[in-house]
């Protein structure tokens, strides 16, 4: 357990330490990066970084509340500046993600074409499942998924014709274990996992990477429930420079997710437990599952294993079929 005291210390050394050293050899020259939600928080810190490494940016921001209320350009045009000012180029755009195919439009006419795509926009409606709201749970799974829904399939046909694309889409940890009170993103977070790693299978013939990450850094959207000085401490830029990797050219992996913050950088799998396979050639009984169950959960048996597809997947499926066919 860190305490308050801990991170005022932390943040104390922080101050201390130069800047992130800007990869030398990594660069994005002639590349056009689209970055959603890049107005504010962890969006800015990747437009940032993307433009200081020569891409053309185009900085997509509504503008709105932390709960998606209002609209309001400059949260935009403030980034967009900071990056032309740095001797970047970039361009804004002010549309919901909701409408993809307006902020792809905006690369197109501006740069003539789009390389990198970072799905990152996304607001709160955190509550209590009990009070939450048909409006709370829309809005969420609007801006999230289908959001990073409608500007993939807006940019997925000039990937395709250009043979080439890296997009980087955000999940949460909150997706992949669940978190009390936020029901809606949770569910809106692991479908953007899911949409990811199917277009990662389905873009690979064309080189098309695409990469999930589970970020965690001081923003507006955790200064509710982060210490002042955590947010202060845990900055956007230790995250971007992963997002700039998977946005690469020489990122070497499609369809993984990451866990990232505080300069910590980790992948996630999925486990599965040796299972068991009852005999098919009589009625299975519920009280026969709970005899077996502490073996169906057992992961420590030595027989778990971390399938990476669905064929994978079913393949213990079927093998009990055909195993439970011979021993009959
Ligand atoms: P943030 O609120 O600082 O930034 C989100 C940005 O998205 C804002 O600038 C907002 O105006 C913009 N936005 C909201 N709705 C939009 C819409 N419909 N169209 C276009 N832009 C819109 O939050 P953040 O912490 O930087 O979060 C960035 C992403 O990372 C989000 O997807 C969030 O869910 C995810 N995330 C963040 C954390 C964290 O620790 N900060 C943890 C897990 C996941």
């Known amino acids: 357990n860190i305490t308050d005291t801990d991170w005022v210390g932390l943040l ?7 800047g992130n050293p800007k990869g030398a050899d990594l660069r994005f020259d002639g590349q056009v990066a689209i970055v959603t939600g890049a107005g504010g928080g962890l969006g800015r810190a990747y437009a940032l970084l993307l433009g ?25 045009d403030v980034v967009v500046d900071e990056i032309v000012r740095a001797g970047g180029k970039a361009v804004a755009n002010y549309d919901s993600v909701e409408e993809g ?3 792809v439009e905006t690369a197109i006419k501006a740069f003539g074409r789009v390389d990198i795509l970072v799905n990152n926009a996304g607001i709160l409606r955190d509550k209590s499942f009990v009070r939450m709201t048909d409006a709370d749970w829309d809005l969420v799974q609007r801006v999230h998924l289908r959001g990073t829904y409608k500007v993939t399939k807006a940019a997925w046909p000039y990937l ?34 899911g949409l990811t ?26 200064a509710t429930i982060m210490p002042p000085e955590m947010v202060e401490a845990l900055k956007p830029d230790y995250v971007a420079p992963l997002v700039a990797f998977l946005a ?4 070497p992996d499609s369809g993984k997710v990451f866990e990232v913050g505080s300069g910590w950088i980790a992948n996630v799998r999925r486990q599965r437990s040796g299972g068991v396979g009852f005999p098919i050639d009589r009625p299975l009984a519920p009280e026969s599952i709970a005899a077996k169950w502490a073996q169906v959960i057992d992961f420590e048996d030595g027989r778990a294993t971390y399938p990476t597809s669905a064929q994978e997947s079913l393949q213990s499926i079927y093998g009990n079929y055909l195993a439970q066919q011979e021993a009959g």
Do not use: W
């Open 12 to 18: 104390e050394r922080a101050k201390e330490l130069p």
């Open 52 to 76: 200081s490494l020569g891409a053309s940016v185009v900085v997509n921001d509504l503008g709105g509340s932390a709960v998606g209320s209002g609209s309001d350009k400059r949260a935009a």
């Open 101 to 103: 195919e307006k902020v």
């Open 160 to 193: 395709v014709k250009q043979k080439y694309g890296r997009i980087v889409n955000t999940a949460s940890a909150v997706g992949l274990y669940g978190n009390f009170g936020q029901a809606n993103y949770s569910a809106a977070k692991l479908g953007i996992l």
């Open 197 to 222: 790693n199917t277009i990662a299978l389905e873009g690979r013939k064309y080189n098309i990477i695409a990469n999930t990450i589970a970020p965690n850094a001081g923003t507006r959207m955790t």
């Open 248 to 251: 690469h050219n020489e990122c």
